[in-house]
C-alpha cells in the first residue's frame, strides 16, 4: 500500500466512534490517540509528512495490538489491519532501525537459530539462571526471557514425508510455523499422528519457513513477501491437495497474503469437514474446558470440535472478543499492557473454575501459559486438537 492508497483508505474513516468500545487499548488508557480512529488520524498525518518522526505517533501506532476488533465495528468497512501494516511499513523505510527488532524477530521466525537457541537455553534453564536474569531485566526483555522458559527440551519434528497409516492416495501438507516448532511440539505431533490415522500422508518440507505475520505486523514488509514467495513455492513443487495449519495466526497469514498454490485449511476445519463415518466416537472426558477465541480466528470452529467430547462440558471464555494481549511480538515489545489485558483473562479463567483452556494460536498460548503459571493455577493450556488427540480412541 503507497502513501496514496493508504490516505484514500484512511479518508473512508467518518470518524464515528463506533469503534472504541471495541478497542482493547482505548478501554485501557482512555486516550483517543489510542483508539482506532485516533490512530487513523495519525496515520493520515504520517502519509501526508504532516508528522515528524519521533513523536508520540510511533507510540501510539506501536501500542496497537491488531486484533482488528475495530473492522468489526466499521459501518464504512474500512481495512483497518492493512493501514496499520502500511503505516509501519512507512515508518520502517523512513526511519530505518529498531536493529533489536529486526534481529530478535529474524531469530523468532528462524526455526534452526530458535533450536539452537532452545538448545543454549536448556542448561541454563535446569540451573535457574534463566529465572534469574529475567527478574533483573527491564520488562520487555524480562518477560522475554520468562517466555523462554517455554523452549522444548527436545528437538523439533524432522521434515519429510510421513506415510498415512491406512494409505488412502490423499497427501496434504503440514504448516508447521516457525517459534511452534520449539514451543508446541506436542500440538505438532498431536496433528501429524491424527493426519495419518486419518489416512492421509503427511508432507512437512524442509524449505518452508515462517509465515512473515510477525514481520508484516512490525513494517517489514519485504521480508514477509519473501516468506510468502518461498513457501508459495513449497506448495507449487508439491502433489499435496492441502496446506494444513495449526496456528490461527499462521493461518491467516497464509489466506490473506496468497502465501500458497494450494487450499489452506486448518486441521480443525478439517476435522469438522470430514464424514461421521470417518471419525470414530472419542472419549469421554468428565473436566469443564473453557475455549479462547484468538483475534485471528474469529469463529467458533473450536468450540465445534470439542462438543463432540462426551460428558466433557465445554464453553466459551468471558470476553472472547478481546485480545488476551500476546498479539504476535506485542507480548515482548508491550509488556505492561500485554500483561494487563492477559490478567484479565486469568481472572476469568479463575471464575469459570476450567480444567483446561483451550486456544488455537501459539502466541496466546504462550501468553496463558506464562501467566497461568505466575497465578498458581492448576489448569492445563493446549490447543483443541491437543484434546481431540488425546481423547481418540486407541
Known amino acids: 500500500m503507497t502513501p496514496e492508497q493508504l490516505l484514500t483508505e ?3 474513516c467518518v470518524k464515528c466512534g463506533l469503534c472504541l468500545p471495541e478497542c482493547p487499548t482505548y478501554q485501557l488508557l482512555a486516550n483517543e490517540a489510542d483508539s482506532p480512529r485516533g490512530r487513523i488520524s495519525l496515520m493520515q498525518a504520517l502519509a501526508e509528512g504532516e508528522l515528524d518522526l519521533g513523536t508520540s505517533i510511533e507510540t501510539h501506532l506501536d501500542r ?36 533489536f527488532m529486526r534481529w530478535l524477530f ?62 488412502s492416495g490423499r497427501l496434504v501438507q503440514l ?16 496433528g501429524l499422528a491424527l493426519l495419518r490415522r486419518l489416512g492421509y500422508a503427511v508432507e512437512i518440507p524442509a ?39 495449526l496456528s490461527s495466526a499462521c493461518d491467516l497469514e497464509l489466506r490473506e497474503h496468497d502465501a500458497s498454490e494450494i487450499p489452506v485449511m486448518s486441521l480443525t476445519e478439517l476435522l469438522l469437514s470430514l464424514p461421521e463415518n470417518e471419525l470414530p466416537s472419542l472419549k469421554p472426558f468428565a473436566g469443564r474446558v473453557a475455549v479462547h477465541t484468538p483475534c485471528s480466528c474469529q469463529d467458533d470452529a473450536s468450540l465445534r470440535l470439542l462438543q463432540r467430547i462426551p460428558v466433557a462440558e465445554i464453553f466459551p471464555l468471558a470476553n472472547n472478543t478481546v485480545c488476551c494481549g500476546a498479539a504476535g511480538s506485542y507480548i515482548f515489545t508491550q509488556p505492561s499492557l500485554s500483561t ?52 481418540w480412541p486407541v
Open 10 to 12: 484512511a479518508d473512508r
Open 64 to 99: 496497537c495490538l491488531g486484533c482488528r476488533r475495530c473492522e468489526t465495528a466499521c459501518p464504512s468497512g474500512v481495512k483497518y489491519g492493512q493501514l496499520l501494516d502500511a503505516s509501519r511499513s512507512l515508518i520502517a523505510k523512513r526511519k530505518p532501525g529498531r536493529p
Open 106 to 167: 529474524n531469530q523468532l521466525t528462524d526455526p534452526k537459530r530458535l533450536a539452537r537457541i532452545s538448545r543454549c537455553n536448556r542448561p541454563l534453564q535446569k540451573l535457574g539462571i534463566t529465572q534469574g536474569v529475567a527478574a533483573l531485566l527491564p520488562d520487555r526483555y524480562g518477560r522475554l526471557a520468562r517466555l523462554s522458559s517455554q523452549l522444548a527440551a527436545a528437538a523439533p519434528i524432522p521434515t519429510g514425508l510421513y506415510p498415512a497409516d491406512l494409505p
Open 175 to 190: 504448516f508447521t510455523g516457525c517459534v511452534a516448532t520449539q514451543v508446541e511440539q506436542t500440538l505438532l505431533e498431536s
Open 207 to 245: 524449505s518452508q519457513c515462517c509465515c512473515g505475520a510477525i514481520h508484516r505486523h512490525n513494517g517489514f514488509q519485504e521480508r514477509a513477501e519473501r516468506f510468502c514467495t518461498t513457501n508459495r513455492q513449497q506448495t507449487t513443487k508439491s502433489q499435496a491437495q492441502t496446506l494444513i495449519t
Open 340 to 391: 494487563a489485558l492477559g490478567t484479565a483473562k486469568i481472572e476469568q479463567l479463575q471464575a469459570c473454575k476450567a480444567d483446561i483452556l483451550i486456544t488455537s494460536n501459539t502466541g496466546c498460548s504462550m501468553q496463558f501459559r506464562q501467566l497461568v503459571a505466575e497465578a498458581g493455577l492448576q489448569v492445563q493450556v493446549m490447543h483443541p486438537i491437543e484434546l481431540v488427540y488425546r481423547q
